[in-house]
T-cell receptor
C-alpha cells in the first residue's frame, strides 16, 4: 500500500460526459502528479501541483483540468469525453524538500472506460 | 529536460542477472536518475535512485558512469515475479520547482522459467 488513495477505481461513462477523479496523497506529501496511461502505452505526464499551486504542465488537453485543495487532495476533471480518453489515470505524490529528490508514490489508478 | 532511451523489451530466464541500460545523453548537472517498476494495471513502484557511481539496495543495483550519459539497472537472480515494465527517468526535483517527471516508453522484461 503506497498510501495514495484514488477513487473511483473503475468508471464507465459515455462520450460527451464529464467525470471527476479524486486523489488523496500520502500524509505529509505536498506534491501531487497526474498521469494517463492508455492501453499498452507508457505513462503520460498531465500535471503537477505543489501545496495547492500548479507547478508543471504536460500535454494535458484543454478538456481536462485539475486542482489541489487546501487539504492537499486533488481532483482531475475530464469533460466532453471521447473514446480515446479511455485509460488508466494515476495519481502520485511526493515530498519536495531541500533534502533532494524523493520517490513518487503511486495510487492504484482509476480505470476510465468511455463507451 | 533530459530525454531517456531504453530497449523496448528484454527476455531473461529465472536465476539470471538482468542489466537494463538507459541512455540520457543530455542529462543536466542537477538531474538524478530514478528507476521504477510497473506491473500490469498497477501504479509504478520506486526501485532505486542515484546520482553517480554505484548505488545498491536490497532489490537492485544502479551503475552510473562518470559522464552520467547512461545508467544501468542490474537485477540479480531474477524470478518470474520480476516480469514487468521498467522505467528510467531523470529528474532535477528542485525544491519548490515544477517537475514534469516524464516517463519514457520503458523496457518490458519477460522472465521465463
Amino acid at each position: 500500500d503506497s498510501g495514495v488513495t484514488q477513487t473511483p477505481k473503475h468508471l464507465i461513462t459515455a462520450t460527451g460526459q464529464r467525470v471527476t477523479l479524486r486523489c488523496s496523497p500520502r500524509s505529509g506529501d505536498l506534491s501531487v502528479y497526474w498521469y494517463q496511461q492508455s492501453l499498452d502505452q507508457g505513462l503520460q505526464f498531465l500535471i503537477q501541483y505543489y501545496n495547492g499551486e500548479e507547478r508543471a504542465k504536460g500535454n494535458i488537453l484543454e478538456r481536462f483540468s485539475a486542482q489541489q485543495f487546501p487539504d492537499l487532495h486533488s481532483e482531475l476533471n475530464l469533460s466532453s469525453l471521447e473514446l480515446g480518453d479511455s485509460a488508466l489515470y494515476f495519481c502520485a505524490s511526493s515530498v519536495n524538500s531541500l533534502a533532494g529528490p524523493g520517490e513518487l508514490f503511486f495510487g492504484e489508478g482509476s480505470r476510465l472506460t468511455v463507451l | 529536460l533530459a530525454k531517456t532511451t531504453q530497449p523496448i523489451s528484454m527476455d531473461s530466464y529465472e536465476g539470471q542477472e538482468v542489466n537494463i541500460t538507459c541512455s540520457h545523453n543530455n542529462i543536466a548537472t542537477n538531474d538524478y536518475i530514478t528507476w521504477y517498476q510497473q506491473f500490469p494495471s498497477q501504479g509504478p513502484r520506486f526501485i532505486i535512485q542515484g546520482y553517480k557511481t554505484k548505488v545498491t539496495n536490497e532489490v537492485a543495483s544502479l551503475f552510473i558512469p562518470a559522464d552520467r550519459k547512461s545508467s544501468t539497472l542490474s537485477l540479480p537472480r531474477v524470478s518470474l515475479s520480476d516480469t514487468a515494465v521498467y522505467y528510467c527517468l531523470v529528474d532535477d526535483k528542485v525544491f519548490n520547482a515544477g517537475n514534469m517527471l516524464t516517463f519514457g516508453g520503458g523496457t518490458r522484461l519477460m522472465v521465463k522459467p
